[in-house]
């Protein structure tokens, strides 16, 4: 053996060759631990009581102490494995012969990892000695350690992000702006000074413009927001946003946040904002971070002056309120009864809202017709598959969805289940695989370090392996929390329950006001996915009092169903009318001329005759018959119906022309049969032109197998008085 590697370690093989030093063979490191508590009041009393205590038991169980100690102060306890104090001691507990000696095993474990060291000591097979007796971490049962473990780590992510919102949110009651500066509001400024805590709130450039904005509107009396966006370089939104925005009066007004619940992702599989929601007024933030205008404050108050005053800010309110009334009074009678999914519906497409438009019909001057239309097809130079779609098709379609198709409960809850149900057994399984999978790779590449630290490999080989492994163990990592996100996914199956509850109140759906539809829907159905193909998918807020979410499966945020209906599914079932065809404003002449039981030709025919009225009105540029036009052609022909045979007016003799097309035959099939003697030759006239009676017809019309009675039930509407 090479005389370095008894400098480096005092691995078995080495111990083993070299008898010399059997009474070696336990070594220990000294942990003591040192509270912040203790270091304030520079209290060593502490430390000396530790020293004395560990050498105690390293006599009792015949040890030598590695030195110097390792003092640990107990402010790094969240992830300490990773922390570069805990590297070097496992470097030296990963030889065999080494292992810990502490004052009190459970306040070590407890402060630092808790039982993250319990599985590291496990995997290096090291004990925990301590005045009590010794503590073998191998000896727990190893997939328990292992379980825990993973339930911890997942645990403390949860923490951190919990402790930083937390801290966030006090920073918020105190005033303090704890985001980046680029989310306030136009104008504003928050400046941070190193070393403070506080930073102040003042004010940037942009508050010129600001200042513009409330001189038009509360001095000359502005209230076109476009103008005075116009005149101040701001769009009429952010003029009507800024206006309304009280940190301008001083108060900062904290009244939404983030929803919670895990974080959304779009269908290109990246993360996006989570929605922001109202809070709930116990909540709601207010801080009066500007000094009132006009006011000079208390002595020591060295906050900046408001940008306007309280009577300012009233008086402005009111005029925002009196538009929003007059708009909202406009929208009421027209619009917002005609667009009456607008603020629910978005693009399954590119994620955007789609919105309710009007435009003129293409190339028809002023004929207007409404849509609904994704944001992202209305911005110049950008194409979504989603573009324009008839309001008509989206409204009756999406209410047909809730009012009849989700209200079917068994419907609605199969596709709830099928989405949950698939997933979750699987995901466990895989999940437990892979966890295993990194175990055994972490373990694996100790038992490396041990063979190179026992001399058996050269540094190349062990470094090729290593990274081998380690590549491995990357990969099997980045796998567990892909499958434990799947997981939170199939999390959905218990929120099941809840929303059976949500179905039992959609039966009622198809009796309620728009009003009431819009609210309940934008209660628990705040998003409805559409494409140009049909509704693709429905997301459900779901009442989380009802079913009690709790804070593990983390349920509390919008679950997706997806739908994947057509337009065309969507279509309310039409009634029939009594002529056979679905009832509808308009009908084509293939229509009209099937309602008459005519052929197209026919049809056509009988309208250049007269006997059948011209269209009077237009679909999409074809000629169409109202209902009413067809209601009206079907009860003329039947009040002549007494006067027609074979649908012709009934005269003492017919001539050939008359015969053939009345009875759909050729002049050909005609002389043939009385060629063939089967039918009488009729008589002539002068002109040596034939001339049938109507019993002669009579005759024909049975030979050909016209029915008369099946041509009129055929051809002309049922008598229904
Ligand atoms: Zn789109």
Redesign the pocket.
Known sequence: MPASATTETKSSEWLDCSSASTELDVRLVEIRRVSTEEQARDDRAGLARQAHSNRETAKRVGATIIEPAFELTDVCRENFISTPEWRGIRDLILASDVHIVVDDPDRFVADYGGIEILGECQRTSTLIHHPGGVLDPSSLDGQLVGVIRAVLAGNELKTIKRRVQGAKEAKRREGIFPSASISLPTGIAYVRTKGERRGRWTYNDAVARVRVVWRLVAEEGLTNWREVGSRAGFSGVTVRNLLKNPIYKGWWIVSQKRQAGPTPIRPDGRRKDRRKVPRAPHEVIRVQVFRPRGESGEPGDDRDEALVDDETWDRVQGLLEAKRQGVHRLRDQNSEARFLYRGLLW??????A?YGCTKPRHGRGKVRRDWYA????RVRGKK????YLRLEVVNTGVDRLFSTILSDERFAMGLMEAGADAKQEDVVAAIRTATTNVRRLTDQRTKLLDLYLAGTWKHAELDAKRLKMEAERDHAEREVSRLQKLQASAKQASRVEGFREILVALREFEFWSPVEKRDFLRRFFPRVYL?KRGVESVEVQLPSPLFGVDAVTGGEGPATLKVGMTWEQLQPLAKLTEFGLPEKPLYTRSEVAKALGLTEHQFVDRVRKGEIPEATQKHWGHKAWSLQDVRTILRERAERQATYRWGLPRKTSYTTGDITSALGITWGQLRYAMAHGRLPEPRRDAQGRRFWTEAEVELMATFFRVDPATEAAGGEAPETH
Request: hydrophobic share 25%.
């Open positions: 693009c399954a497409a590119c994620d955007r789609v994704c944001s992202l097809s979504c598959s989603t573009k494409s």
